[in-house]
């Protein structure tokens, strides 16, 4: 069995939050005109057509129109303007 | 609201990063805890604001990624402050302002008064300056314990007095008396003095409630001005009937009397009107203290004129008024003309004299039984007259006549027995 999924089933059994457990990315998103990341690495990419995320699992890609990264902090990172696309993509391969 | 005004107040700068890897930049700001906003790409790198104070430790971090950073535009009070240093009036302004401020609020401006409704606003603060208590005397020269004291003193129906300073203005909080057995009718029944009721008008008596001395008269009797009514003295009898001496009272009765009244009243049916014209002349002023500063005249060649003025008084706070005022005279010019009452006029103008005659006997407390007051008109006047007849009360004070008794022989053999 790997790390990954002997973590996942003991966050479920002991019913602990994943996001802290797995260090998961938090995405909340409002409507289509913001997205809030929690629990990431860093940006990788920052267009205004095109946000990308790395995170423990892998990369987040937001696209979208007139992107705006409102703040930017250790913890935290909001992203405005007009979302089209949220995609998880594997950030082990290389795309 | 509130982040933007700290910004503001802190200072921030506008930072352009450009580079092989600006993303790398921006990752290790984060990892440094370096608080980023308004992050924007432009170009090949990307424009973002940071606080002033961190643009020092951003410096390592560009070596590091290898990036170029240019500060586009500082934004912020300290920046303001750096720019502006040479603009010594302005900051002398500030000075002062904060000067002005601290000495204005050294004295009072204000005296508010709560829970008063018998005594004004205004007698209140005439008192109060009376005893040198004034807006724009010094808050430390305020004796709020002195104050309370004194208007104890001073009225004698404030029960509950407290005065306060609240800011620069005088708190006086007060409370009145309400029960009225407390006041000053507790004053009138202590008089002792011995005083008869006697009849203030002529008329026949209706009722009678005798609450201390000797009733005179009875309900029926006709009584005339000048009668009396109840008696102060009260004889003192001795077992044969005979009075052996008087105790004098302060005599105190209802007495309501039928009485008539006669009523007349005469108008002229002739009188003059004015006609307002359209000439005017005005004179605004202005009055500080006992000087007036005036603009235009009064001065005119109409033939008859009426001359209005209205003066505001300006008014700080709540009863604070300094000693200037402004205001307007006019003078408006107007012409006579004779006119007549039509007979209709002359009557209703007569009847509202004489409903307005007895809308005043009413609030004295005196009823209106009947009346045959008849309105007749002559030739240039008009006249309404008759008798009112009204049910009142007709008790008036009056001195007791004291009466002195001279022993008698039978006392004295009465005095042997024993």
Redesign the interface.
Known sequence: MDREQIRERLASAASMPKDVVMGAAVLTALGNFEVCVENY????????TLVRVQTKEGQIRVSGKRL???????SEMKITGKISKIEFVDGRKEE | MIHTLIRFLRGYVRIRVEGYSPERFLNMCSYHSLYIWGLAPSGQGYEFCMSARDLKKIRPLARKTHTKIRVTGRYGLPFLAVKYRKRKLFFFGIFVCVILLKVYSLFIWDIHFEGNERRTDEALSAYLESTGVRPLMLKSSVDCPGIVKNIRKEYNDIVWVSASLDGSRLKIQVKENEDPSLGEDADVLKDETPVDLVASADGVITEIVTRSGVPQVHVGDEVKKGDILVLGRVDVLNDAGEVTGYQYRHSDADIYADTQMEYTDTISLIYEEKNYENKMRYRPFLRIGSVTLSVGTLNNDFEHCEITSSETALKLGENFRPPVSFGIQTARAYTLAEKRYEQEEAREILSVNFSRFCGELEEKGVQIRDNSVKIHLYDDSAEASGTVYLTESIAQEADTEILTIERKETDESVGTDD
């Open positions: 690495r860093g940006i990788t990419e920052y267009t205004d705006q990264v409102e703040y930017y902090t250790n």
